[in-house]
Protein backbone atom coordinates (compact mmCIF):
# COMPACT_ATOMS: atom_id res chain seq x y z
CA UNK A 1 0.00 0.00 0.00
CA UNK A 2 2.88 2.38 0.80
CA UNK A 3 4.69 1.50 -2.37
CA UNK A 4 1.15 2.45 -4.28
CA UNK A 5 0.81 5.34 -2.45
CA UNK A 6 4.82 7.01 -3.40
CA UNK A 7 3.83 5.56 -6.96
CA UNK A 8 0.76 7.53 -6.89
CA UNK A 9 3.08 10.77 -5.69
CA UNK A 10 5.21 10.37 -7.78
CA UNK A 11 2.60 10.12 -10.69
CA UNK A 12 1.19 13.73 -9.44
CA UNK A 13 4.38 15.49 -8.87
CA UNK A 14 5.46 13.55 -13.02
CA UNK A 15 2.16 15.32 -14.41
CA UNK A 16 2.71 18.93 -12.41
CA UNK A 17 6.10 18.88 -13.69
CA UNK A 18 5.39 17.55 -17.13
CA UNK A 19 2.41 20.43 -17.75
CA UNK A 20 4.92 23.28 -16.33
CA UNK A 21 7.72 22.24 -18.52
CA UNK A 22 5.84 21.93 -21.32
CA UNK A 23 4.39 25.68 -21.10
CA UNK A 24 8.28 26.60 -20.26
CA UNK A 25 9.79 26.32 -23.46
CA UNK A 26 11.39 28.59 -26.02
CA UNK A 27 9.18 31.09 -26.60
CA UNK A 28 8.27 31.47 -22.51
CA UNK A 29 11.59 32.42 -22.09
CA UNK A 30 11.62 34.57 -24.93
CA UNK A 31 7.92 35.97 -23.85
CA UNK A 32 8.78 36.68 -20.08
CA UNK A 33 12.32 38.77 -21.52
CA UNK A 34 10.17 41.24 -23.95
CA UNK A 35 7.47 41.86 -21.77
CA UNK A 36 9.76 42.48 -18.72
CA UNK A 37 11.98 44.67 -20.97
CA UNK A 38 8.41 46.75 -21.70
CA UNK A 39 6.75 46.97 -18.95
CA UNK A 40 9.51 47.09 -16.34
CA UNK A 41 7.57 46.39 -13.07
CA UNK A 42 3.90 46.21 -14.46
CA UNK A 43 4.67 42.66 -15.48
CA UNK A 44 4.11 41.55 -11.73
CA UNK A 45 0.69 42.05 -12.20
CA UNK A 46 0.28 40.93 -15.76
CA UNK A 47 1.91 37.35 -13.87
CA UNK A 48 -0.27 37.72 -11.26
CA UNK A 49 -3.46 37.91 -13.78
CA UNK A 50 -2.30 35.71 -15.95
CA UNK A 51 -1.54 32.61 -12.96
CA UNK A 52 -5.27 33.54 -11.54
CA UNK A 53 -6.90 32.89 -15.32
CA UNK A 54 -4.61 29.62 -15.89
CA UNK A 55 -5.41 27.71 -12.71
CA UNK A 56 -9.22 28.66 -13.25
CA UNK A 57 -8.38 26.82 -17.34
CA UNK A 58 -6.59 24.20 -15.85
CA UNK A 59 -8.93 23.20 -12.79
CA UNK A 60 -11.93 22.90 -15.10
CA UNK A 61 -9.70 20.79 -18.08
CA UNK A 62 -8.03 18.13 -15.94
CA UNK A 63 -11.14 17.82 -12.89
CA UNK A 64 -13.65 16.95 -16.57
CA UNK A 65 -11.10 15.22 -18.43
CA UNK A 66 -9.54 12.87 -14.94
CA UNK A 67 -13.19 12.54 -13.58
CA UNK A 68 -14.48 11.42 -16.70
CA UNK A 69 -11.19 9.19 -17.25
CA UNK A 70 -11.57 10.64 -21.22
CA UNK A 71 -8.83 12.43 -23.06
CA UNK A 72 -9.70 15.69 -24.94
CA UNK A 73 -10.58 14.39 -28.20
CA UNK A 74 -12.58 12.03 -26.71
CA UNK A 75 -14.61 14.43 -24.57
CA UNK A 76 -14.87 16.56 -27.85
CA UNK A 77 -16.63 13.59 -29.76
CA UNK A 78 -19.24 12.82 -27.03
CA UNK A 79 -20.03 17.03 -26.56
CA UNK A 80 -20.77 16.71 -30.41
CA UNK A 81 -19.19 14.15 -33.03
CA UNK A 82 -16.84 14.50 -35.06
CA UNK A 83 -15.47 17.65 -33.03
CA UNK A 84 -12.90 15.71 -31.28
CA UNK A 85 -11.40 14.89 -34.57
CA UNK A 86 -11.07 19.01 -35.48
CA UNK A 87 -9.42 19.37 -31.75
CA UNK A 88 -6.64 16.90 -32.03
CA UNK A 89 -5.79 18.05 -35.72
CA UNK A 90 -5.54 21.78 -34.52
CA UNK A 91 -3.31 20.39 -31.31
CA UNK A 92 -1.10 18.10 -33.39
CA UNK A 93 -0.75 20.37 -35.56
CA UNK A 94 0.17 23.41 -33.45
CA UNK A 95 2.10 20.70 -31.55
CA UNK A 96 4.19 19.78 -34.78
CA UNK A 97 4.98 23.45 -35.29
CA UNK A 98 6.09 24.63 -31.52
CA UNK A 99 8.28 21.41 -31.23
CA UNK A 100 10.20 22.18 -34.71
CA UNK A 101 10.97 25.60 -32.64
CA UNK A 102 11.76 23.45 -29.45
CA UNK A 103 14.46 22.03 -31.43
CA UNK A 104 15.31 25.14 -32.92
CA UNK A 105 15.24 26.64 -28.90
CA UNK A 106 17.40 23.26 -28.01
CA UNK A 107 19.94 24.02 -30.61
CA UNK A 108 20.73 27.16 -29.15
CA UNK A 109 20.64 26.20 -26.09
CA UNK A 110 23.77 24.19 -26.68
CA UNK A 111 25.16 26.85 -28.74
CA UNK A 112 25.12 29.37 -25.88
CA UNK A 113 26.25 26.68 -23.28
CA UNK A 114 29.30 25.01 -25.23
CA UNK A 115 29.33 26.06 -28.38
CA UNK A 116 28.06 23.26 -30.63
CA UNK A 117 26.88 24.73 -34.20
CA UNK A 118 23.46 24.49 -34.30
CA UNK A 119 22.57 22.31 -37.26
CA UNK A 120 24.76 19.88 -34.79
CA UNK A 121 22.42 21.33 -32.12
CA UNK A 122 19.45 20.24 -34.08
CA UNK A 123 19.75 16.19 -34.04
CA UNK A 124 21.71 16.13 -30.37
CA UNK A 125 18.17 17.64 -28.50
CA UNK A 126 15.96 15.55 -30.65
CA UNK A 127 18.36 12.70 -29.95
CA UNK A 128 17.97 13.43 -26.46
CA UNK A 129 14.63 13.63 -26.16
CA UNK A 130 14.27 9.89 -28.27
CA UNK A 131 16.56 8.30 -26.00
CA UNK A 132 13.66 8.98 -23.16
CA UNK A 133 10.95 6.83 -25.80
CA UNK A 134 13.53 3.84 -26.38
CA UNK A 135 13.70 3.22 -22.46
CA UNK A 136 11.95 -0.05 -21.55
CA UNK A 137 10.14 2.59 -19.01
CA UNK A 138 9.62 5.39 -21.10
CA UNK A 139 6.87 7.12 -18.59
CA UNK A 140 8.38 6.92 -15.32
CA UNK A 141 11.77 8.19 -17.14
CA UNK A 142 9.85 11.26 -18.63
CA UNK A 143 8.86 11.95 -14.97
CA UNK A 144 11.96 11.96 -13.44
CA UNK A 145 13.68 14.06 -16.63
CA UNK A 146 11.07 16.65 -16.53
CA UNK A 147 11.23 16.96 -12.56
CA UNK A 148 15.52 16.99 -12.39
CA UNK A 149 15.54 19.51 -15.43
CA UNK A 150 12.43 21.76 -13.86
CA UNK A 151 14.52 21.59 -10.77
CA UNK A 152 17.76 23.09 -12.54
CA UNK A 153 15.85 25.93 -14.19
CA UNK A 154 14.28 27.39 -10.85
CA UNK A 155 17.98 26.77 -9.45
CA UNK A 156 19.73 28.40 -12.07
CA UNK A 157 17.73 31.36 -12.49
CA UNK A 158 17.63 32.18 -8.50
CA UNK A 159 21.43 32.33 -8.77
CA UNK A 160 20.97 34.91 -11.61
CA UNK A 161 18.43 36.89 -9.39
CA UNK A 162 21.08 36.75 -6.37
CA UNK A 163 23.70 37.87 -8.45
CA UNK A 164 21.72 41.19 -10.26
CA UNK A 165 19.42 42.27 -7.21
CA UNK A 166 16.59 42.87 -8.57
CA UNK A 167 14.05 45.95 -6.88
CA UNK A 168 11.68 43.51 -4.66
CA UNK A 169 9.80 46.16 -3.22
CA UNK A 170 9.18 47.91 -6.78
CA UNK A 171 8.49 44.29 -8.38
CA UNK A 172 5.78 44.13 -5.23
CA UNK A 173 4.41 47.18 -5.85
CA UNK A 174 3.84 47.31 -9.51
CA UNK A 175 2.31 44.03 -8.92
CA UNK A 176 -0.74 45.25 -7.07
CA UNK A 177 -0.78 48.82 -8.29
CA UNK A 178 0.83 48.37 -12.39
CA UNK A 179 2.01 52.18 -13.94
CA UNK A 180 1.90 50.42 -17.76
CA UNK A 181 -0.92 50.92 -19.87
CA UNK A 182 -4.04 48.98 -19.31
CA UNK A 183 -4.06 48.13 -22.93
CA UNK A 184 -0.72 46.99 -22.89
CA UNK A 185 -1.34 44.76 -20.02
CA UNK A 186 -4.52 43.11 -21.08
CA UNK A 187 -2.85 41.97 -24.50
CA UNK A 188 0.48 40.61 -22.29
CA UNK A 189 -2.16 38.99 -19.74
CA UNK A 190 -3.77 37.02 -22.56
CA UNK A 191 -0.60 35.89 -24.39
CA UNK A 192 0.75 34.33 -21.27
CA UNK A 193 -2.44 32.88 -20.96
CA UNK A 194 -2.25 31.04 -24.00
CA UNK A 195 1.78 30.57 -23.48
CA UNK A 196 1.06 28.75 -20.29
CA UNK A 197 -2.83 26.93 -20.66
CA UNK A 198 -2.91 27.11 -24.59
CA UNK A 199 -2.83 23.91 -27.09
CA UNK A 200 -1.55 21.09 -26.39
CA UNK A 201 -0.30 22.40 -22.66
CA UNK A 202 -2.91 21.74 -19.99
CA UNK A 203 -3.47 18.40 -21.17
CA UNK A 204 -0.39 17.17 -21.23
CA UNK A 205 -0.20 16.42 -16.91
CA UNK A 206 -4.16 15.42 -17.60
CA UNK A 207 -3.43 12.68 -20.11
CA UNK A 208 -0.34 11.40 -18.31
CA UNK A 209 -2.53 11.07 -15.04
CA UNK A 210 -5.28 9.04 -17.18
CA UNK A 211 -2.38 7.01 -18.48
CA UNK A 212 -2.10 6.41 -14.76
CA UNK A 213 -4.83 5.10 -13.92
CA UNK A 214 -5.47 8.26 -11.35
CA UNK A 215 -9.23 9.28 -12.65
CA UNK A 216 -12.75 9.30 -11.23
CA UNK A 217 -14.34 11.44 -8.60
CA UNK A 218 -12.42 9.53 -5.75
CA UNK A 219 -9.37 10.90 -6.90
CA UNK A 220 -10.54 14.48 -7.45
CA UNK A 221 -8.24 15.80 -4.40
CA UNK A 222 -5.32 14.00 -5.83
CA UNK A 223 -5.97 15.39 -9.42
CA UNK A 224 -6.60 19.04 -7.76
CA UNK A 225 -3.43 19.10 -6.55
CA UNK A 226 -1.38 17.98 -9.19
CA UNK A 227 -3.14 20.57 -11.15
CA UNK A 228 -2.29 23.58 -8.78
CA UNK A 229 1.12 22.40 -8.56
CA UNK A 230 1.87 22.58 -12.40
CA UNK A 231 0.77 26.03 -12.10
CA UNK A 232 2.40 26.87 -9.37
CA UNK A 233 6.06 25.35 -11.15
CA UNK A 234 5.11 27.56 -13.92
CA UNK A 235 4.67 30.65 -11.86
CA UNK A 236 7.57 30.37 -9.89
CA UNK A 237 9.79 30.29 -13.05
CA UNK A 238 8.32 32.59 -14.81
CA UNK A 239 8.32 35.19 -11.51
CA UNK A 240 12.02 34.00 -10.89
CA UNK A 241 12.70 35.26 -14.36
CA UNK A 242 10.97 38.45 -14.27
CA UNK A 243 12.89 39.44 -11.29
CA UNK A 244 16.39 38.43 -12.84
CA UNK A 245 15.48 40.57 -15.72
CA UNK A 246 13.79 43.12 -14.19
CA UNK A 247 17.23 43.24 -12.03
CA UNK A 248 18.64 44.52 -15.51
CA UNK A 249 16.23 46.94 -17.40
CA UNK A 250 15.30 49.13 -14.17
CA UNK A 251 17.84 51.24 -12.67
CA UNK A 252 19.14 49.71 -9.44
CA UNK A 253 21.77 50.61 -6.42
CA UNK A 254 24.45 48.50 -8.42
CA UNK A 255 23.76 48.82 -12.13
CA UNK A 256 22.06 51.17 -14.44
CA UNK A 257 18.97 50.41 -16.70
CA UNK A 258 19.75 48.77 -19.59
CA UNK A 259 17.72 48.24 -22.93
CA UNK A 260 17.62 44.71 -24.29
CA UNK A 261 18.28 43.40 -27.33
CA UNK A 262 15.01 42.71 -29.23
CA UNK A 263 15.83 39.81 -30.62
CA UNK A 264 17.50 37.57 -27.82
CA UNK A 265 16.09 39.27 -24.56
CA UNK A 266 16.41 37.00 -22.02
CA UNK A 267 19.83 35.84 -23.00
CA UNK A 268 21.00 39.61 -23.56
CA UNK A 269 19.77 40.09 -19.64
CA UNK A 270 21.58 37.32 -18.15
CA UNK A 271 24.84 38.42 -20.38
CA UNK A 272 24.06 41.97 -19.05
CA UNK A 273 23.54 41.11 -15.66
CA UNK A 274 25.91 37.87 -14.99
CA UNK A 275 28.61 38.44 -17.64
CA UNK A 276 29.68 35.56 -19.47
CA UNK A 277 28.77 33.08 -16.87
CA UNK A 278 25.77 34.12 -16.94
CA UNK A 279 24.85 33.86 -20.70
CA UNK A 280 26.29 30.16 -20.34
CA UNK A 281 23.49 30.32 -17.70
CA UNK A 282 20.89 30.89 -19.86
CA UNK A 283 22.03 28.48 -22.96
CA UNK A 284 21.53 25.96 -19.76
CA UNK A 285 18.21 27.41 -18.50
CA UNK A 286 17.14 27.48 -22.49
CA UNK A 287 18.20 23.87 -22.85
CA UNK A 288 16.57 22.38 -19.87
CA UNK A 289 13.28 24.25 -21.20
CA UNK A 290 13.87 23.20 -24.60
CA UNK A 291 14.43 19.23 -23.99
CA UNK A 292 10.99 18.90 -21.22
CA UNK A 293 9.03 20.83 -23.98
CA UNK A 294 10.14 18.73 -27.13
CA UNK A 295 9.02 15.57 -24.50
CA UNK A 296 5.92 17.12 -23.33
CA UNK A 297 4.72 18.38 -26.82
CA UNK A 298 5.57 14.80 -28.55
CA UNK A 299 3.57 13.10 -25.57
CA UNK A 300 0.63 14.65 -25.71
CA UNK A 301 0.22 15.50 -29.74
CA UNK A 302 0.60 11.46 -29.83
CA UNK A 303 -2.13 11.15 -27.02
CA UNK A 304 -4.32 12.84 -28.93
CA UNK A 305 -4.07 10.40 -31.95
CA UNK A 306 -4.27 7.04 -29.84
CA UNK A 307 -7.98 6.45 -29.47
CA UNK A 308 -8.42 7.29 -32.88
CA UNK A 309 -6.85 3.66 -34.09
CA UNK A 310 -5.53 0.61 -31.88
CA UNK A 311 -2.16 0.34 -33.52
CA UNK A 312 -1.49 4.05 -32.70
CA UNK A 313 -2.00 3.17 -28.86
CA UNK A 314 -0.42 0.08 -29.23
CA UNK A 315 3.15 1.04 -30.28
CA UNK A 316 2.70 4.90 -28.88
CA UNK A 317 6.58 5.22 -27.78
CA UNK A 318 7.35 4.42 -31.64
CA UNK A 319 4.56 7.33 -33.33
CA UNK A 320 6.41 9.81 -30.44
CA UNK A 321 9.56 9.20 -31.87
CA UNK A 322 8.68 9.38 -34.90
CA UNK A 323 7.15 12.93 -34.27
CA UNK A 324 10.38 14.11 -32.84
CA UNK A 325 12.61 13.07 -35.42
CA UNK A 326 10.15 14.49 -38.14
CA UNK A 327 10.37 17.66 -35.95
CA UNK A 328 14.06 17.59 -36.22
CA UNK A 329 14.56 16.67 -39.58
CA UNK A 330 11.93 19.74 -40.33
CA UNK A 331 13.61 21.96 -38.24
CA UNK A 332 17.11 21.22 -39.86
CA UNK A 333 15.64 22.04 -43.27
CA UNK A 334 13.78 25.23 -42.25
CA UNK A 335 16.67 26.89 -40.35
CA UNK A 336 14.46 29.41 -38.84
CA UNK A 337 10.84 28.60 -38.66
CA UNK A 338 9.80 32.23 -37.57
CA UNK A 339 6.62 31.99 -40.17
CA UNK A 340 5.47 28.96 -38.51
CA UNK A 341 5.73 29.87 -35.16
CA UNK A 342 3.94 33.07 -35.66
CA UNK A 343 0.78 30.61 -37.45
CA UNK A 344 1.33 28.32 -34.52
CA UNK A 345 0.90 30.93 -31.82
CA UNK A 346 -2.66 32.25 -33.71
CA UNK A 347 -3.60 29.01 -33.92
CA UNK A 348 -2.99 28.24 -29.87
CA UNK A 349 -4.96 31.57 -29.82
CA UNK A 350 -7.94 29.68 -30.97
CA UNK A 351 -7.48 26.68 -29.65
CA UNK A 352 -8.11 27.06 -26.11
CA UNK A 353 -11.20 28.79 -25.94
CA UNK A 354 -12.14 25.65 -28.02
CA UNK A 355 -11.46 22.63 -25.42
CA UNK A 356 -12.58 24.62 -22.79
CA UNK A 357 -15.63 25.45 -23.95
CA UNK A 358 -16.09 21.43 -24.28
CA UNK A 359 -15.04 21.12 -21.21
CA UNK A 360 -17.16 23.39 -19.80
CA UNK A 361 -19.92 21.63 -21.43
CA UNK A 362 -19.20 18.38 -20.53
CA UNK A 363 -19.08 19.26 -16.78
CA UNK A 364 -22.64 19.39 -16.99
CA UNK A 365 -23.15 16.23 -18.98
CA UNK A 366 -24.30 13.42 -16.69
CA UNK A 367 -23.34 10.71 -19.52
CA UNK A 368 -19.70 12.19 -19.75
CA UNK A 369 -19.60 13.16 -15.78
CA UNK A 370 -21.17 10.34 -13.84
CA UNK A 371 -24.61 10.72 -12.16
CA UNK A 372 -23.15 12.06 -8.95
CA UNK A 373 -20.27 14.18 -9.99
CA UNK A 374 -21.42 18.41 -9.61
CA UNK A 375 -19.29 20.88 -11.53
CA UNK A 376 -18.70 23.59 -8.65
CA UNK A 377 -20.89 26.80 -9.97
CA UNK A 378 -18.09 29.18 -9.35
CA UNK A 379 -15.87 27.34 -11.26
CA UNK A 380 -17.90 27.26 -14.10
CA UNK A 381 -18.65 30.88 -14.22
CA UNK A 382 -15.52 31.49 -13.92
CA UNK A 383 -14.42 28.99 -17.17
CA UNK A 384 -16.68 31.16 -19.14
CA UNK A 385 -15.02 34.61 -18.58
CA UNK A 386 -11.84 33.20 -19.85
CA UNK A 387 -13.60 31.53 -22.91
CA UNK A 388 -15.15 34.75 -24.48
CA UNK A 389 -11.64 36.56 -22.92
CA UNK A 390 -9.15 34.41 -24.71
CA UNK A 391 -11.76 33.75 -27.68
CA UNK A 392 -11.82 37.46 -28.46
CA UNK A 393 -8.23 37.84 -28.34
CA UNK A 394 -7.89 34.84 -30.32
CA UNK A 395 -9.59 35.80 -32.74
CA UNK A 396 -8.11 39.33 -33.56
CA UNK A 397 -4.66 37.94 -32.84
CA UNK A 398 -5.24 35.23 -35.59
CA UNK A 399 -6.64 37.93 -37.93
CA UNK A 400 -3.73 40.60 -37.38
CA UNK A 401 -1.11 37.42 -37.84
CA UNK A 402 -2.90 36.29 -41.21
CA UNK A 403 -2.89 39.73 -42.50
CA UNK A 404 0.67 40.40 -41.96
CA UNK A 405 2.03 37.31 -42.89
CA UNK A 406 -0.04 37.75 -46.39
Same mark, same amino acid.
Not at 21 to 37: E, K, Y
Given at each position: MENKNKKSLSVLIGAAFLMA????? $??? /???? *?????SLKASFGFVILISVILSAIVQLNVWRVLCVSGMRGQDVANKVLPGLGYVVAFLVVAGGLVFNIGNVGGGALGF =?????? $??IAGYFIAGGVAIVIFLMKNALNAMDTLTKILGGIMIVVIFVVIVIVRPPLGMALKETVMPTAPMGELGTAILTLLGGTVGGYITFSGAHRLIDAGITK?? +???EINKSSVMGIGIATIVRVFLFLAILGVVVETATSAAHTL??? +?PAADAFRI *???EIGYRFFGLVLLCAAITS???? #??????????????????? =? #???? *?????????MAFLGQPAVLLVLAGAVNGLILPITLGVCLIASKKKSIM?????? $? #???????? %? %??????????????? =???? /??
Open positions: TSAIG $PGF /LTQT *GTFTG =NTLLGI $PEKE +NLKDAS +N *GAGIVGC #AYTSVSFLKTFHKSIEKHE =N #AFII *GFIAVSTVIGEDYKH $P #AWLLILGI %V %VVIASAYLGITTFGA =NLSQ /LL
